[in-house]
């Protein structure tokens, strides 16, 4: 019998963590349903050994070793080996509840046209934190899935379950991404028109790690706002907004809806609206293009944004803010369009 859950690791250099993350994984509620695919990328240390010790408590092990390659690629391997009907990343360093798992397939059982499910986390200071998990520790709540959060955000936290047919619909993760591939696979969900699911718990807990691949260097931020701009730059956003990208009134309403939604970017683990000055300036230059009567306005209020002094600054967004507050008067129906659930 297949089963039902393929949980896969990537593993590189991480000997320690890995037995803490497996030794773990054993005590998930339904891992007897569950496979677990450990892809070890050209490690230095002796994860080998650590998966042979332990096939005595985790008869549903399987190991291979391969040449180095990057995250992504090897959860591309993974994947081509998985028989569950979902499939999990799991990482080293980091831990889920005891009924992650079991949380996550009665979700997606629940929901059968959901792709992708994602839950909150805590942000661990330490690696492999074991529930209970203190309350001083920063919690990060997710909202309800809207396609728009795609163009801003990785909305998945480090734990993505898929329901594997979709997974591999999409291809797999982009295996030349070293550590935005799971923010890049997002955009293809919505490109596709897929849906994804939030779970309002923490399930995970996110070690830290200040020289894991997203923290270690800006390589990874780098990438990051690569791959967003070009998402924003291909995306038809009749994927993003119910809108008729034929009618110019429905176009301009969408560039400026994605204006305000920019000024005011919610980004689930900061206090504070995030504003992305630039991505606004953007959009209501799109709007402007569509319409001689708002045209003129809107090219002013872009200078007066650009005369304050650099895009980003809180000076810009004060003014862009206080400035378009009429804007809204002029979409359709008087209000921003409403974001596709």
């Not at 070009?230 to 119910?242: G, I, Q, T, Y």
């Not at 939604?261 to 300036?281: C, F, G």
Request: net charge neutral; with cysteine.
């Amino acid at each position: 019998m297949n089963p039902n859950v393929s949980i896969v690791i990537s593993t590189f250099n991480s000997e320690s963590w890995l037995r803490a993350c497996l030794q773990q994984l054993s005590s998930q509620t339904i891992i007897e349903k569950c496979e677990i695919i450990v892809i070890d990328s050209g490690s230095e240390q002796n994860e080998s050994y650590v998966c042979r010790e332990l096939l005595s408590v985790l008869s549903c092990l399987a190991y291979e070793r391969t040449a180095r390659e990057t995250l992504y690629a090897a959860w591309n391997r993974g994947l081509a080996k998985a028989r569950g009907r979902y499939f999990v990343n799991v990482n080293t360093d980091d831990a889920l509840a005891p009924d992650a798992l079991e949380c996550f397939v009665r979700a997606m059982d629940n929901n059968l046209d959901v792709a992708l499910a994602y839950a909150d986390c805590v942000w661990s200071p330490t690696p492999n934190a074991s529930p209970p998990w203190p309350d001083s520790w920063k919690r990060v709540r997710y909202t309800p899935y809207a396609a728009e959060m795609a163009l801003f955000y990785c909305f998945t936290s480090c734990t993505q379950f898929w329901r594997t047919s979709a997974l591999k619909g999409l291809g797999g993760f982009d295996p030349e991404l070293k550590a935005a591939g799971d923010f890049e696979i997002l955009g293809r969900v919505v490109s596709c028109g897929m849906k994804a699911l939030h779970i309002p718990r923490p399930l995970t807990a996110f070690y830290q790690n200040t020289k894991g691949i997203s923290q270690a260097s800006s390589a990874a931020n780098d990438e990051f706002l690569s791959v967003r701009s070009r998402f924003r730059r291909e995306v038809d956003l009749a994927k993003v907004f119910p809108v008729n990208m034929s009618d110019q009134i429905d176009r301009r309403g969408a560039h400026l809806t994605l204006a305000l939604r920019s000024l005011k970017a919610h980004i689930p683990w900061h206090d504070e609206p995030v504003p992305d000055v630039d991505y606004a300036v953007e959009n209501l230059l799109a709007a402007a293009g569509l319409s001689s009567s708002l045209r003129g306005a809107l090219l002013k209020l872009s200078a007066s944004m650009v005369a304050r002094g650099a895009l980003g600054n809180a000076a810009c967004h004060r003014a862009a803010r206080m400035l378009l507050s009429p804007i809204g008067l002029l979409l359709l129906h008087g209000k921003p369009l409403a974001a596709e659930q």
